[in-house]
């Protein structure tokens, strides 16, 4: 990474052409609160209310700033700055970090070779990313992606074929991708290796000028998740792998549909095989109430608090099994206002998670963004169980 | 009698063939007029061109948006977001009857609808599709005068259902074949909109068409206005319209 940084930094300002391939720039700005009340973080903290020590309110004001430079040739630098300063009852920190800088290279308009830091997605599922492997990390709402150094090798055959490889952490994690366009229809697919071997499949098409379908899946040998196997224990000793010799499945089907130009429905059904089944449920029960009788988390913040109950070892809302995902957007609801409405479901319990947005663009460089997080469900569920009623602003300015 | 008949056949004959050769002949015109339509809109080769979409409400700037458009054929265009600076990053890509969006926010190209609104009373397809040849078959309906000129009026009616809109009826000068103005229906037969193309400028080797306006079928007060310009011949790398290539634009 520091030699990265070095060649960046010494190519960025000497040897390029600066008039014929000049910088280009971005800064965009954000500014971010997040609150939480105390009353109830969660069910287990009604068991025992001093389990955690929090203020009544919990306030998180987070400045980003995003830096962007790249330069094109037949060698570009891309990079994105980012800094997080956070000012909060609980946590103040602030952070420097690069959350992309590689190297790209470009011998021939169809080849190109990407080293370094740097953020992908693939896949054709909205509200889940079952492919990208390379990004386990990813929290589809926690703001705070990881993303991994990666060696990627892409060629472009024509406008409708494409191969991909990417080698990502260690020398034997990669994902292989071949794409193809056929007329209305669309499709890749994937070899994978991440510790666990596995093949993938994904699709997209329009049925007509209102309605798009699209499919993502996966099939692997062995698990990575979190597996508790031993109520007894505190949680943290759980085995890591469910069975290592089975065959896991993934697959969102979902679709989206336009009733008039301003309105857009977006709808997922997703089923893992690697989230909790009832009986791993149960279990996962017991080992919670056997570390919270530890009561040795006391002193930690409501974040570590969210660890400690599991969602440490699972993405949101894919931590069972069966769940829909819908979305319904309607823009210039008012002059300028864009409004959404977003749901998780988890099928398997009935609880749910809803975030209204509203989108304000107050100038041609500054857009506000106000969302809500509202769980619903019995206070043993997934959403209900990890989440109280937390709000997100933002606001983002761009040069 | 047997005469008679021999020459009631032969009539008919000539007449069926007649008629036949007429209908052919004018559904060749006509596709000629639309392809003719179609060339003040864009070139036969690969080209670029700036397009500006300002949405009005009561005579007052609601919202603006440029885009940098390339169109590689009638299937295939490239647009990329350049004002205002909220939207740059964000890359729309057209081919055959598919629309794939790209927002950096995303990271990953997801396909729209063609319905879908890009701004005001544009749909994605009213930008990103340069010529109507491509997904409408077209059939001479009248001859009728808009405001003093004369037009042909040609009845559109879209090849598959994946089009923005099923039916179009399109007003053409009779000399010049000029578009003056077309309107656009829903499934249902309702009017969503009317354009009228209202501004062309002489380019180095032809007219070209620079202005329309569009009205939303109900409220009428609500335009929106297509302003092009800058058209020159300009061929990007075919990568540049594989949707797996969108990451990769800066």
Redesign the interface.
């Known amino acids: 990474m520091r030699v990265l940084i070095l060649i960046f930094i010494f190519l960025t300002f000497t040897s390029f052409e600066k008039e014929l391939y000049p910088l280009?720039f971005?800064f965009d700005q954000q500014e971010l609160y997040l609150g939480y009340r105390q009353s109830k973080v969660n069910a287990n903290s009604k068991s025992n209310p001093n389990i955690l020590d929090l203020e009544k309110y919990y306030f998180d004001l987070r400045h980003y700033t995003e830096f962007k430079v790249?330069q094109?040739r037949y060698m570009?630098l891309?990079s994105k700055f980012k800094s997080k300063f956070l000012i909060s009852n609980l946590n103040p920190s602030s952070e420097f970090d690069f959350e992309e800088l590689y190297v790209?290279l470009s011998p021939t308009?169809?080849f190109?070779i990407d080293v370094g830091r740097k953020?992908?997605?693939?896949?054709?599922g909205?509200a889940w990313g079952l492919i990208e492997k390379f990004n386990d990390e990813t929290r589809v709402i926690n703001e705070d992606n990881q993303f991994k150094n990666i060696f990627l090798v892409?060629f472009?055959q024509?406008?409708?074929?494409?191969y991909?490889f990417v080698n990502f952490n260690s020398n034997s994690n990669y994902a292989l991708k071949y794409?193809q366009?056929l007329?209305?229809f669309?499709y890749d697919v994937y070899v994978f290796n991440n510790g666990k071997p596995g093949v993938g499949l994904d699709f997209?098409?329009?049925v007509?000028?209102?309605?798009?379908i699209?499919f993502e899946g996966t099939l692997q040998k062995g698990c990575l998740t979190y597996y508790p196997t031993n109520p007894t224990q505190n949680i943290f000793l759980w085995e890591q792998y469910k069975n290592n010799s089975s065959i896991y499945g993934q697959f969102i089907l979902g679709g989206?549909?336009?009733p008039q130009?301003?309105v857009?429905m977006i709808i997922e059904y997703f089923h893992t095989s690697l989230g909790l089944n009832s009986e791993d449920y149960k279990l996962l029960e017991l080992g919670l109430n056997e570390s919270i009788k530890d009561n040795k988390y006391q002193q930690n913040s409501v974040w570590r608090q969210f660890l400690f109950e599991g969602h440490t070892h699972y993405q949101f809302a894919a931590y069972r099994q069966n769940y829909l995902f819908f979305r319904v957007k309607k823009?210039e609801l008012i002059?300028?206002i864009n409004l959404a409405i977003a749901l998780y479901h988890s099928l398997d319990e009935g609880s749910s998670m809803v975030f209204p947005t509203i989108e304000y663009?107050i100038s041609?460089?500054?857009?506000g963004r106000g969302k809500i997080f509202i769980p619903i469900g019995g206070s043993e569920t997934e959403f209900k169980r990890f989440y109280d009623v937390y709000g997100l602003m933002t606001l983002?300015y761009?040069? | 009698m047997f005469n008679r008949t021999l020459l009631f056949l032969a009539m008919t004959a000539f007449f069926l063939i007649h008629m036949k050769v007429q209908v052919y002949s004018e559904s060749l015109d006509i596709k000629e007029v639309l392809e003719k339509v179609d060339a003040y809109r864009g070139y036969k080769e690969p080209f670029q061109m700036d397009v500006k979409v300002t949405d009005y409400v009561d005579d007052s700037i609601k919202s603006e948006l440029k885009l940098q458009t390339y169109v590689k054929d009638q299937s295939s265009s490239f647009l990329k977001y350049i004002y205002p600076p909220i939207d740059t990053g964000k890359i729309l890509l057209m081919v055959d009857d598919n629309i794939w969006f790209y927002n950096k926010k995303l990271s990953k190209p997801l396909r729209l609808s063609p319905r879908q609104r890009l701004i005001g009373n544009v749909s994605n397809a009213d930008v990103a599709r340069a010529n109507f040849s491509f997904d409408y078959m077209p059939k001479f309906k009248s001859n009728q005068s808009i405001g003093g000129v004369a037009c042909t009026v040609i009845e559109l009616t879209a090849k598959n259902q994946k089009v923005a809109y099923p039916k179009i009826i399109l007003y053409v000068q009779s000399s010049g074949y000029k578009p003056v103005k077309g309107e656009f229906f829903s499934d249902s037969g309702r009017l969503l909109k009317e354009a009228y193309y209202t501004k062309f400028n002489q380019f180095s080797d032809r007219e070209r068409l620079t202005k329309v306006e569009i009205i939303d079928g109900i409220i009428k007060t609500h335009k929106t206005i297509i302003e092009y310009s800058n058209y020159k011949l300009n061929k990007l790398p075919d990568s540049h319209y594989n949707p797996d290539f969108l990451p990769r634009i800066q």
């Open positions: 280009d971005s790249s094109e570009s891309n790209s308009d169809r190109f953020n992908m997605r693939w896949g054709t909205y892409q472009f024509d406008s409708s074929t494409a991909s794409h366009t007329n209305n669309d997209s098409s329009i007509s000028d209102a309605l798009e699209h989206q549909y336009t130009p301003h857009n823009e002059n300028n663009q041609d460089n500054l857009i983002s761009v040069f």
